[in-house]
């Protein structure tokens, strides 16, 4: 069973920076893509980041600069983070960690639907 668990969540004031985890079990699949969505109050989920196996990586136009995604699978484990600097009031959301197991896409897909697994989120609050 595929089970996705973030932390790293919290409040922050305009221009600070965050680092969000994301522990990943349940799987053994050698292909893979690992996204962060997110999803403020009235909005629609938007995809932030996503990486796949081959280690390809695409980001949401919004956060370029000042995002990174990354994964460690080391020692059978799968850890993906979203390093967050520069943060402003509008990445207010809860951000959620997502897989899809398969063959990657040519580009990776940052569209919620292409997701099956899904973590319970974590919040983010930045302050002006």
């Known amino acids: 069973q595929v089970r996705l668990v973030e932390s790293g969540g919290g409040s922050v004031q305009s221009g600070g920076s965050l680092r969000l985890s994301c522990a990943a079990s349940?799987?053994?699949?050698?292909?893979?893509?690992m996204a962060w969505f997110r999803q403020a109050p009235g909005k629609e989920r938007e995809g932030v980041a996503v990486?796949?196996?081959?280690?390809?990586?695409?980001?949401a136009d919004s956060v370029k600069g000042r995002f990174t995604i990354s994964q460690d699978t080391a020692a059978n484990t799968n850890t993906l983070y979203l390093q967050m600097t520069t943060l402003k009031p509008e990445d207010t959301a809860m951000y959620y960690c997502?897989?899809?197991?398969?063959?990657?896409?040519?580009?990776?897909?940052?569209?919620?639907?292409?997701?099956?697994?899904w973590g319970q989120g974590t919040q983010v609050t930045v302050s002006s």
């Open positions: 990486i796949d196996s081959a280690g390809k990586s695409r980001y």
């Open positions: 349940g799987y053994s699949h050698s292909s893979y893509s």
């Open positions: 997502a897989a899809r197991l398969g063959q990657v896409l040519l580009l990776p897909t940052l569209l919620s639907v292409h997701y099956k697994y």
